[in-house]
T-cell receptor, first 116, second 114 residues
Framework: GAVVSQHPSWVICKSGTSVKIECRSL??????MFWYRQFPKQSLMLMAT?????????EQGVEKDKFLINHASLTLSTLTVTSAHPEDSSFYIC????????????FGQGTRLTVV | GNSVTQMEGPVTLSEEAFLTINCTYT??????LFWYVQYPGEGLQLLLK?????DKGSNKGFEATYRKETTSFHLEKGSVQVSDSAVYFC?????????????FGKGTKLSVKP
């Protein structure tokens, strides 16, 4: 299977600062990438869908100005949590899809964000 | 709206025991159903899938059958191994065959003891 690498695996930041999480498809070109958030003992919740070269589509209730998503190339998408607060502490997971609908999506290992 | 409910863990079994992890879903239309596995320190991996009613997905000794009448997609394995210890997620996609827009269950942690 294809490999998706997420970096960092974990990060601790101070309240009010911004944190950037990277998601890279290492051996394929990802036309679409997805960002999920998972709270303890909860499901993965889709935050946004991004297609290379265009603006991300955010799910209802997700603040686009707080969670900035950039998908500037076919192998890299970034999620920036701006002005982080403790309630943003969570597990963030990305996935990448190689082709149009019908193709398998591959997941990164996730990033544990803790805001103190 | 669409949703997935799976049994809460953790589930602890001895090696060679029989495994069932229950998963039921609520969806309109014709969803595709998936089981993902997440081994410690790794990303989610697709374990198996089924795209229509009565389909059986299978991989690595795991099986799940798409039951439309009971809206279920239970995961089973006849004889678990220590290496099967992981978190298992049931998921559905509301577009047939697509894994893009997935709705996940909460995950079930499985621990297999030697």
């Amino acid at each position: 299977g294809a490999v998706v690498s997420q970096h960092p695996s974990w990060v601790i930041c101070k309240s009010g600062t911004s944190v950037k999480i990277e998601c890279r498809s290492l051996d394929f070109q990802a036309t679409t990438m997805f960002w999920y958030r998972q709270f303890p003992k909860q499901s993965l919740m889709l935050m946004a869908t991004s297609n290379e070269g265009s603006k991300a589509t955010y799910e209802q209730g997700v603040e686009k100005d707080k969670f900035l998503i950039n998908h500037a190339s076919l192998t890299l998408s970034t999620l920036t949590v701006t002005s982080a607060h403790p309630e943003d502490s969570s597990f963030y997971i990305c996935s990448a899809r190689r082709g149009p609908g019908g193709s398998e999506a591959f997941f990164g290992q996730g990033t544990r964000l803790t805001v103190v | 709206g669409n949703s997935v409910t799976q049994m809460e863990g953790p589930v602890t079994l001895s090696e060679e025991a029989f495994l069932t992890i229950n998963c039921t879903y609520t969806a309109t239309g014709y969803p595709s159903l998936f089981w993902y596995v997440q081994y410690p320190g790794e990303g989610l991996q697709l374990l198996l899938k089924a795209t229509k009613a009565d389909d059986k997905g299978s991989n690595k000794g795991f099986e799940a059958t798409y039951r439309k009448e009971t809206t279920s997609f239970h995961l089973e394995k006849g004889s678990v191994q220590v290496s099967d210890s992981a978190v298992y997620f049931c998921a559905l996609s509301d577009r047939r065959g697509s894994q893009g827009n997935l709705i996940f269950g909460k995950g079930t942690k499985l621990s297999v003891k030697p």
